[in-house]
């Protein structure tokens, strides 16, 4: 059977879905044919925008820069954990990742398959389900120092609240009148701070698409191998990526 090359990358277009927060995205023409001679274009987009890998620098400033990280960690023999069925905001705990890892060694990049990537451009995409910290500690002892994600992040992604400001003024009102010692939570990251402060450092992808063929690839025996390399962004905690799967 022919090698098939599958894409995995979200397209990049102007007011895509971002982490929240993050910068929004804005594609227009910086020059023309018709006034220039060719066409440019100009972005205007995050690190962390679209399909993308995260370097160990996203969560601490001693950790590594995208630049500083070999080629290798970003292509490799890949394993998929079928992780699909799993509820909205559902913890990833080691033992629904065991099938997957007891297959997993060095150079392995682990892919999560929730099915979250039908989601995408909703609301729904932000309730992922997430890896425990124990999940990505038991990810590191396997050897595995590639994890992509087809969500927005391996780690649990707060609720922004509802859209319309008088709605979100309100509830502000009613927590300061009502919990006035609570402090607003913040994600901890904290499987980030595992994966990517592994020893030698390690990287995640997230945003990936649809990884079903990927799954019927390894169910049917053919080897499945992942390129996920980023633009060389200096001194950077991310960037994005042409994601792309061949099955053998």
Same mark, same amino acid.
């Given at each position: 059977?022919?090698?098939?090359?599958?894409?995995l !990358?979200?397209?990049?277009?102007?007011?895509?879905?971002? &982490?929240p927060?993050?910068?929004?995205v804005?594609? *227009?023409?910086?020059?023309?044919?018709?006034?220039?001679?060719?066409? %440019?274009?100009a972005?205007?987009?995050?690190?962390?925008?679209?399909?993308h890998?995260?370097?160990? &620098?996203? %969560?601490?400033?001693?950790?590594?820069?995208?630049?500083?990280?070999?080629?290798?960690?970003?292509?490799?023999?890949?394993?998929?954990a079928?992780?699909?069925?799993?509820?909205?905001?559902?913890?990833? !705990?080691?033992?629904?990742?065991?099938?997957?890892? *007891?297959?997993?060694?060095?150079?392995?990049?682990?892919?999560?398959?929730?099915?979250?990537?039908?989601h995408?451009?909703?609301?729904? &995409?932000?309730?992922?389900?997430?890896?425990?910290?124990?999940?990505?500690?038991?990810?590191?002892?396997?050897?595995?120092?590639?994890?992509?994600?087809? =969500?927005?992040?391996?780690?649990?992604?707060?609720?922004?609240?509802p859209?319309?400001p008088?709605?979100?003024?309100?509830?502000?009102?009613?927590?300061?009148?009502?919990?006035?010692?609570?402090?607003?939570?913040?994600?901890?990251?904290?499987?980030?701070?595992?994966?990517?402060?592994?020893s030698?450092?390690?990287?995640? =992808?997230?945003?990936?698409?649809?990884l079903?063929?990927?799954?019927?690839?390894?169910?049917?025996?053919?080897?499945?191998?992942?390129?996920?390399?980023?633009?060389?962004?200096?001194?950077?905690?991310?960037?994005?990526?042409?994601?792309?799967?061949?099955?053998?």
């Amino acid at each position: 059977m022919a090698a098939t090359l599958v894409d995995l !990358t979200h397209q990049v277009t102007t007011a895509m879905p971002v &982490y929240p927060g993050d910068p929004s995205v804005l594609l *227009e023409p910086a020059l023309t044919t018709a006034t220039a001679g060719v066409n %440019v274009l100009a972005l205007h987009l995050g690190s962390q925008s679209g399909t993308h890998v995260d370097a160990p &620098y996203h %969560v601490d400033v001693t950790w590594p820069t995208l630049d500083g990280l070999p080629l290798e960690l970003f292509t490799g023999p890949a394993v998929v954990a079928d992780l699909r069925g799993l509820a909205p905001r559902a913890a990833v !705990t080691p033992d629904l990742l065991a099938p997957a890892l *007891e297959r997993c060694g060095a150079g392995h990049v682990l892919l999560l398959a929730t099915g979250w990537a039908r989601h995408w451009g909703t609301d729904a &995409y932000l309730a992922h389900p997430s890896l425990t910290p124990a999940a990505a500690e038991a990810i590191v002892a396997a050897g595995v120092r590639t994890v992509g994600v087809d =969500a927005l992040s391996v780690d649990p992604t707060a609720d922004p609240g509802p859209g319309d400001p008088a709605v979100a003024a309100l509830l502000a009102d009613l927590t300061d009148e009502h919990d006035q010692g609570a402090a607003a939570e913040e994600p901890t990251l904290a499987a980030h701070r595992v994966l990517l402060g592994a020893s030698g450092g390690g990287v995640i =992808a997230e945003n990936l698409t649809d990884l079903r063929l990927l799954l019927e690839a390894q169910e049917a025996g053919r080897p499945v191998e992942v390129s996920l390399f980023p633009l060389r962004l200096v001194a950077a905690d991310g960037a994005p990526v042409r994601a792309v799967a061949r099955l053998g």
